[in-house]
């Protein structure tokens, strides 16, 4: 296989859903934002839970692509698109954590 570097971009947000009473409430809040995610920007993402926590999420967002910058951008694009649904006041977003790593792998 030839030299193709690989790089891996994660967005991990935390989230507080004050308007959830139930996990069905948090649910739709947090899976809203995941297919979103999903089908605007071509991410991975996941819902990390915690469990049996109603205002309380950690989602995980990840971007592949042969360029740092691409994925970094696409990530950005992501946490511009999460504060502009903050807005609507559905959840509020307590801290991200974002990360760019080079992935060695697939190289000679």
Same mark, same amino acid.
Do not use: H, W
């Given at each position: 296989? =030839?030299?193709?570097? +690989?790089?891996?971009?994660?967005?991990? %947000?935390? &989230?507080?859903?004050?308007?959830?009473?139930? +996990?069905?409430?948090?649910?739709?809040?947090? $899976?809203?934002?995941?297919?979103? *995610?999903?089908?605007? +920007?071509? %991410?991975?993402?996941?819902?990390?839970?915690?469990?049996?926590?109603?205002?309380? =999420? #950690? &989602?995980? #967002?990840?971007? %592949?692509?042969?360029?740092?910058?691409? *994925?970094?951008? $696409? @990530?950005? @694009?992501?946490?511009?698109?999460? $504060?502009?649904?903050?807005?609507?006041?559905?959840?509020?977003? %307590? $801290?991200?954590?974002?990360?760019?790593?080079?992935?060695?792998?697939?190289?000679?």
């Amino acid at each position: 296989m =030839g030299g193709q570097a +690989l790089f891996c971009g994660v967005l991990v %947000v935390q &989230l507080k859903i004050p308007g959830a009473a139930s +996990l069905k409430d948090r649910r739709q809040v947090t $899976r809203s934002l995941l297919e979103r *995610a999903r089908s605007r +920007l071509n %991410v991975s993402s996941a819902d990390l839970g915690p469990e049996g926590s109603f205002q309380d =999420g #950690f &989602l995980a #967002f990840s971007a %592949v692509s042969s360029s740092p910058s691409e *994925a970094g951008e $696409r @990530l950005d @694009l992501l946490l511009r698109m999460i $504060r502009s649904m903050e807005e609507k006041g559905d959840f509020l977003l %307590v $801290r991200e954590i974002k990360e760019v790593e080079k992935y060695a792998g697939f190289q000679d």
